[in-house]
């Protein structure tokens, strides 16, 4: 299986601050091997945004770009990047409002890849939520 990590669960897999981190941590290790993570454009730049401006971190734009190649790099588990090039004409008819938006198109990014948007927010459709 292929895990497309959003935001959220991006920032609480590679940030041990992250009040999820714990739990990504054990939803990540009870993965089999041969799983894959995916990260795409969206994720890795709410990734930096978020890292940037969230108050208690304010981590520098490098740095958080050079936090992804290292788990880009990863030697443990493959981690690809995908293409995210699809029109917002294509979003799943479960979107209704613009706080959806996102959520839908990573859910169908994931699914177009093969795989599953992995989330910490409930209420996506056809994504898994990881477990507390």
Do not use: Y
């Not at 920032?11 to 981190?21: N, P």
């Not at 050079?66 to 029109?87: H, I, K, M």
């Not at 839908?104 to 093969?114: E, N």
Request: proline fraction near 5%.
């Amino acid at each position: 299986m292929i895990w497309l990590l959003d935001v959220n669960t991006l920032i609480a897999a590679l940030v041990a601050a992250h009040e999820h981190h714990e739990r990504v941590a054990a939803w990540l290790s009870t993965l089999p091997a041969d799983d894959s993570l995916a990260t795409c454009s969206i994720t890795e730049l709410g990734f930096v945004r978020v890292l940037h401006q969230a108050p208690h971190l304010r981590v520098p734009v490098r740095d958080s770009l050079r936090l992804l190649e290292r788990f880009r790099g990863n030697r443990s588990r493959t981690v690809v990047q995908f293409a995210d090039d699809r029109s917002a004409v294509e979003l799943p008819r479960w979107v209704k409002s613009a706080r959806h938006v996102t959520d839908g198109h990573l859910a169908g990014l994931a699914a177009r890849h093969g795989g599953r948007l992995a989330t910490l927010d409930t209420g996506i459709p056809k994504a898994t939520i990881i477990p507390e």
